[in-house]
Antibody, heavy 121, light 110 residues
Framework: EVQLVESGGGLVKPGGSLRVSCAAS????????MNWVRQAPGKGLEWVSS????????YYADSMKGRFAVSRDNAKNSLFLLMNSLRTEDTAVYYC??????????????WGRGILVTVSS | QSVLTQPSSVSAAPGQQVTISCSGS????????VSWYQQLPGTAPKLLIY???KRPSGIPDRFSGSKSGTSATLGITGLQTGDEADYYC???????????FGGGTKLTVL
């Protein structure tokens, strides 16, 4: 069974940094693209970033470029999102989601339960 | 303001059918594949439809997807109270080099 479990969320002050993680199990992690999608309270889905299976290709949403950094450790079946210069508008539930292939795709076939990141003074 | 446009809400009675539209442009829906997600209250999104009209294993055939030009449609037949959820369309936007989603449609089964 595919499982994606996010961790590392919490409360951070504006301008601060936070790293969230996603532990994957139930599939060959190194064979799939991984992604982050967020959802602000009461709002819709917003794509954050995608990283290909070998980390060769990385994409970010414009509003995250230069502030967020995605990475993965295939040996540890883990995905990471380092968020710097956080703003109040970054407050959201951050979902880890699997892409269906090793290359960047436009849909996500499995999702974690999400982790809440709150940016507030 | 979402790149893809969906109605904010739709409603229908149990047993009836409903369609949810998703409108975009040539840089996204017009030249890329569309997916649909269901988000039940308090839960993570779940893939319903991918590649315009394909259903993942375990998704009942009451759910269907179609695409024409720069618009896509999700259809749900035989509505059940358990179908009450938010539904999102998504695709790749070639101009933005980004995955884009619609703003979501809340389905109420009266």
């Amino acid at each position: 069974e595919v499982q994606l479990v996010e961790s590392g969320g919490g409360l951070v002050k504006p301008g601060g940094s936070l790293r969230v993680s996603c532990a994957a199990s139930g599939f060959t992690f190194s064979g799939y693209t991984m992604n982050w999608v967020r959802q602000a309270p009461g709002k819709g889905l917003e794509w954050v970033s995608s990283i290909s299976s070998s980390s060769s290709y990385i994409y970010y949403a414009d509003s995250m470029k230069g502030r967020f950094a995605v990475s993965r450790d295939n040996a540890k079946n883990s995905l990471f999102l380092l968020m710097n210069s956080l703003r109040t508008e970054d407050t959201a539930v951050y979902y880890c989601a699997r892409g269906p292939t090793p290359v960047i795709e436009d849909y996500f076939d499995y999702w974690g339960r999400g982790i809440l990141v709150t940016v507030s003074s | 303001q979402s790149v893809l446009t969906q109605p904010s809400s739709v409603s229908a009675a149990p047993g009836q059918q409903v369609t949810i539209s998703c409108s975009g442009s040539s840089s996204n829906i017009g030249n890329n594949l569309v997916s649909w997600y269901q988000q039940l209250p308090g839960t993570a999104p779940k893939l319903l439809i991918y590649d315009n009209n394909k259903r993942p294993s375990g998704i009942p055939d009451r759910f269907s997807g179609s695409k024409s030009g720069t618009s896509a449609t999700l259809g749900i037949t035989g509505l059940q109270t358990g179908d009450e959820a938010d539904y999102y369309c998504g695709t790749w936007d070639s101009s933005l080099s980004a995955v884009v989603f619609g703003g979501g449609t809340k389905l109420t089964v009266l």
